[in-house]
DNA sequence: CTAGACCCCGTATCCGAGTACGGAATCAAG
DNA sequence: CTTGATTCCGTACTCGGATACGGGGTCTAG
């Protein structure tokens, strides 16, 4: 159990050997957002051998992977840039990474404040809207609401 | 109390006077705002009376700030198009009104969801980032998380 | 009457994160 | 050898909500 590929198997510095579109599938992305990725300088595009199509490292894999674990946690792919440089050993990084997932914290926490201000909101004006039919003399509270002077 | 505003004083359909600058400064937004939401349909674009300048109602003024009431609720420009259409006294309308406030909620809803679910792996990384000090042979918990196979 | 402020109108640009298109070349299978 | 799938490459487009630019016309105060 819990049994690691032994270096014959999966070899950390493997050579380039997947197609582009195999990188895409083992990644789980398309063709075209290497490609695009390539274009943004978030990852090597290896070097054409004239008259044959560009071979890629595994690690085009996890860096791609990478991008994407950082996307769902919030960052933006300009900070993945800058994430994507923290890879390694180095003890600097750990700081550096945890200041950055700091102020990410902090901004997503500003957006769930906004969002739930929001929902707040909506739910009283729904509330208000449920009782006391509408109709006769009395607007609708949510139309009257968006209607208001201030 | 509650003394609705005598016809003299403010009548409803006032005739049309203001510039767009004086809309703009009126409803908070920039000139060319108005002149977006004209090119969008959300507003109505008054005639030009050949060698002069247009001349907007009052309610253009309520338009907009419905639009800017309705936008701080979440709702998409293209929203505020259809409930831009419910304003009045339509009866029909708050029953409009309310099935798109609901939906609005649900999605806000999801949106908090999704981001306090960041916030939550966030908050952990973090904390599993403050102990146990790191660069000896343990690498960053946030960094290895990125890192992940999975 | 003139300077400066405002208005008109069309077009282009921005952000972010891709997606789409299309022609040419190359690769893999039958 | 032919057919179909990939790859390559550049360019353009998408969405949402504006914002910016530029060269005119017009309005208002002094």
Redesign the pocket.
Known sequence: MNRKNPPTARPRSAAAVL????V?KNAG?????I??YE?EGLIA?PP?P?????RYPQDTVHRIRF?KHA?ALG????ECRELLELRGDDPQACALMRHHAQEKLSAIRAKLQALSQMEGVLTELLEACQQGRIGKDNPCPILKALDAED
Chains 1, 2 share one sequence.
Do not use: D, P, Y
């Not at 992305?29 to 957002?33: F, L, N, Q, Y």
């Not at 004239?50 to 560009?54: A, F, L, W």
């Open positions: 197609s582009i579109g195999q895409a992305v398309h063709v075209e957002t490609r695009f274009r595009q054409k004239s008259m044959g199509i560009r991008i996307q960052f933006s792919l300009q």
